[in-house]
C-alpha cells in the first residue's frame, strides 16, 4: 500500500488539476441488494472453437469486459490499479472468478478503472495503451506486481517526486511510470517504452479517465475501491468469499 506521505504528495499534484473526486481504496460505499435468482442458471456454450474468458471487449462506459456479453449476471468492478485492497481481491479471486464462473457463460466480469492518484493515470494508460484483448490480463499482473511499485516510489524519494509535479503536465505520467518502474514492467509485457511513450503524453486520455472516475462518484456513488455492481446493483465493496456467496445467490450454481 502507499505510505501516507506518497499518497499526500500524489492528491496534491493530481486531484485538483484533474477535478477528481475524494475517494480511497478500501472505502466502502452504500450497499443495495443483489439479485437473488430462485434456480440455478444453465451454462451458456461459447462460440465454436473459443471460450467465454478469451473474449475480452470494451464498453461503452469505458470498462473492458471478459465473458459473455449476454450473460444474465454481469460484474462490474471500479477497481484502481494502485489499490491494495484491488489486488488481494484480484489474488484470492481472479482464477476462481475466470474458471468457474466466467467461462460458464452465467457471468461476465468488467473492470471500469477509478483513479486514486497520479500513479492510477500512468498505470491505466499503460495497460489501456495496447489491443482491448489485453487490458485485463495486463491488469491482473500488475496488481500482482504492485508492491514492487511502491517499493520503486519510496526508494525515489519525496522530493523527487514533488518535482515531477513541476513538470508540464504531458511529461509528468510518463515520468511518474519511470519513477515507479511501470515503463519496464509494461515493456517486458509488449507495451514498448515508445508506444507507452506516447499513451502516457496523451492527456486527452488522462481527462477522460478523470472524466469517467468523477461521473461513478455522481452517478453510482462510488466513494473507494474496490466496489462491486451485480446488474446494476452496487454490493458495496467485500473480499472474494462473500462476493462469489452473492454471484451464486444471483443464479451461478
Not at 495497460?127 to 525515489?156: H, R
Not at 519513477?179 to 515493456?187: H, I, K, L, V
Request: glycine share 8%.
Amino acid at each position: 500500500m502507499t505510505s501516507p506521505a506518497l499518497r499526500k504528495i500524489a492528491l496534491g499534484l493530481f486531484v485538483a488539476p484533474l477535478a477528481l473526486g475524494l475517494a480511497a481504496c478500501g472505502d466502502k460505499a452504500a450497499e443495495s441488494e443483489a439479485p437473488v435468482a430462485s434456480e440455478a442458471l444453465a451454462t451458456v456454450a461459447p462460440p465454436e472453437g473459443t471460450e467465454w474468458a478469451s473474449v475480452i471487449t470494451k464498453t461503452e462506459d469505458g470498462g473492458y469486459r471478459m465473458g459473455n456479453p449476454e450473460a444474465p449476471i454481469k460484474l462490474v468492478e471500479y477497481g484502481a490499479l494502485s489499490c491494495s485492497h484491488c489486488a488481494q481481491f484480484a489474488k484470492e479471486s481472479f482464477a476462481d472468478l475466470r474458471d468457474d464462473y466466467i467461462k460458464s457463460g452465467r457471468v461476465s466480469y468488467e473492470i471500469r478503472f477509478f483513479m486514486l492518484n497520479p500513479y492510477d493515470f500512468a498505470a491505466t494508460m499503460l495497460a489501456t495503451c495496447g489491443s482491448d484483448e489485453a487490458v485485463i490480463p495486463l491488469a491482473e499482473q500488475f496488481w500482482a506486481w504492485q508492491p514492487k511499485m511502491f517499493e520503486n516510489l519510496d526508494a525515489f524519494g519525496q522530493e523527487n517526486l514533488q518535482q515531477i509535479g513541476a513538470m508540464p503536465r504531458d511529461k509528468q505520467f510518463a515520468a511518474f511510470a519511470q519513477a515507479a518502474g511501470m515503463t519496464e514492467f509494461f515493456a517486458s509485457r509488449g507495451i514498448s517504452k515508445e508506444q507507452g511513450a506516447q499513451c502516457l503524453a496523451n492527456t486527452e486520455t488522462a481527462q477522460a479517465l478523470a472524466d469517467q472516475t468523477d461521473t461513478a462518484g455522481k452517478e453510482k456513488n462510488v466513494t473507494g475501491t474496490p466496489t462491486f455492481f451485480i446488474n446494476g446493483a452496487n454490493v458495496g465493496s467485500m473480499e472474494w468469499e462473500p462476493l462469489e456467496a452473492k454471484l451464486q445467490q444471483a443464479g451461478a450454481r
